[in-house]
């Protein structure tokens, strides 16, 4: 999340400026939003980063009045009317689905993408060719599906090496194989609840 508010941060820490909530919309490009699609809960982020991608965007979604009107040949001039814009944009996206009006969009290379729940992710058909979603063994949980690299090498899932560590698991790799403490210096700091592989309940603030 940090890098999506950098910019933000610089500004506010350089020029000691807040800047405005801009909520789906951004400070440089324009259209940018999302939108809701023809299903129940079924939304399509689309930006436009070029004064392209704004033509090819037109022409989707029949707006050719759009186009060919100068006041949006720009960036600046369609955010000055930016409500009008994500109106006729929103007028199109209810009549498809999030991943038909995806494709269309993405056809004419119209950065687009459908905004999906956790649950459809797993059956999102680019994470599946991918072989993102992977099996994996660990103590407690037993077998579960994880989500894997976001990138590949060689066109090859990078692999998952281990599970993430349980509570404890590498406590003699660290304080004895890494900080050098003995045995008994480890025995200790486990009797006085310090370190363990099992977590310890919160006690009661005493009245």
């Not at 800047?19 to 809960?41: E, M, T």
């Not at 050098?180 to 009661?204: D, F, H, N, W, Y």
């Amino acid at each position: 999340m940090l890098s999506l508010v950098a910019p933000s941060i610089v500004e506010q820490s350089v020029h000691k400026n807040v800047g405005v909530r801009l909520g789906n919309r951004h400070a440089v490009h324009s259209p940018h939003g999302c939108f809701r699609c023809k299903g129940a809960d079924d939304w399509i982020v689309i930006a436009v980063a070029t004064d392209e991608q704004w033509n090819e965007l037109c022409q989707v979604i029949g707006r050719s009045d759009f186009k060919n009107n100068g006041e949006f040949d720009t960036a600046n001039g369609r955010r000055a009317r930016e409500g009008e814009i994500e109106a006729a944009i929103g007028a199109w996206t209810k009549n498809y689905s999030g991943d038909e009006a995806m494709a269309l969009l993405q056809m004419k290379r119209v950065p687009a993408g459908v905004a999906r729940s956790i649950s459809a992710l797993l059956h999102d058909p680019h994470l599946i060719q991918r072989n993102y979603w992977r099996y994996i063994e660990r103590p407690f949980a037993k077998r579960y599906l994880s989500g894997g690299t976001f990138y590949v090498e060689n066109r090859e899932p990078t692999p998952i090496r281990r599970h993430a560590p349980t509570l404890g698991q590498d406590n003699a790799k660290v304080f004895s194989g890494m900080l050098g403490l003995t045995e008994s210096q480890l025995c200790s700091l486990a009797a006085r609840g310090v370190i363990g592989t099992e977590a310890i309940p919160k006690q009661a603030p005493a009245k």
